[in-house]
T-cell receptor, first 111, second 117 residues
Framework: GQNIDQPTEMTATEGAIVQINCTYQ??????LFWYQQHAGEAPTFLSY????GLEEKGRFSSFLSRSKGYSYLLLKELQMKDSASYLC????????????FGTGTRLLVSP | EAQVTQNPRYLITVTGKKLTVTCSQN?????MSWYRQDPGLGLRQIYY???????DKGDVPEGYKVSRKEKRNFPLILESPSPNQTSLYFC????????????????FGPGTRLTVL
């Protein structure tokens, strides 16, 4: 089974940088996803890591360390529209490759 | 526009009254899935389907049924809804059955907020 931990809530200021951490325990790992979810809306895909290291995509970057069971999502030059929940999800290396979600981190960006 | 659609978006019903939430995708995706999202619990998988006529249980299947008679549609059926099924429901799809090392992210529908009184 899987256990995924991420902070419940974080606050940051517009223009700043914020790092959202995710730790996981799994019997079989096959990739880690980050999704963004605005209140009352659908989750949307942000990033995917399956190998160790940093993946950069514009203002957003995601890092993975498989040996430590650890990932982070880095958001730079924060904007008000970045206020949302950020969901960490791990794909199990089982027959049907189930995606298991953490409970999400609610980020509040203030002016 | 490529999308996953769900209907209805909001529903208030009473205990025991059968209901169906429809899900449709226009991207020719093979894999479809239903999740429920509850405060403090995150997204939990109810059922999934790897292709037409192939469905299987997720983590919380009790009280739900699904069918996959056509590739684009994956309805969620609550035969006898109960108050503990009050939740926000999401349908999702991805191009293929998840494979090792392949990104194959899931695309989510807009959600259906269900209240069972």
């Amino acid at each position: 089974g899987q256990n995924i931990d991420q902070p419940t809530e974080m606050t940051a200021t517009e223009g700043a940088i914020v790092q959202i951490n995710c730790t996981y325990q799994t019997s079989g790992f096959n990739g880690l996803f980050w999704y963004q979810q605005h209140a009352g809306e659908a989750p949307t895909f942000l990033s995917y890591n399956v190998l160790d290291g940093l993946e950069e995509k514009g203002r957003f970057s995601s890092f993975l360390s498989r040996s430590k069971g650890y990932s982070y999502l880095l958001l730079k030059e924060l904007q008000m529209k970045d206020s949302a929940s950020y969901l960490c999800a791990v794909r199990e290396n089982t027959g049907f490759q189930k995606l298991v979600f953490g409970t999400g981190t609610r980020l509040l960006v203030s002016p | 526009e490529a999308q996953v659609t769900q209907n209805p978006r909001y529903l208030i019903t009473v205990t025991g009254k059968k209901l169906t939430v429809t899900c449709s995708q226009n991207m020719n995706h093979e894999y479809m899935s239903w999740y429920r999202q509850d405060p403090g619990l995150g997204l939990r998988q109810i059922y999934y389907s790897m292709n037409v006529e192939v469905t299987d249980k997720g983590d919380v299947p009790e009280g739900y049924k699904v069918s996959r008679k056509e590739k684009r549609n994956f309805p969620l059926i609550l035969e006898s809804p109960s108050p503990n099924q009050t939740s926000l429901y999401f349908c999702a799809s991805s191009p293929r059955v998840p494979l090792a090392g392949v990104r194959n992210e899931q695309f989510f529908g807009p959600g259906t907020r269900l209240t069972v009184l």
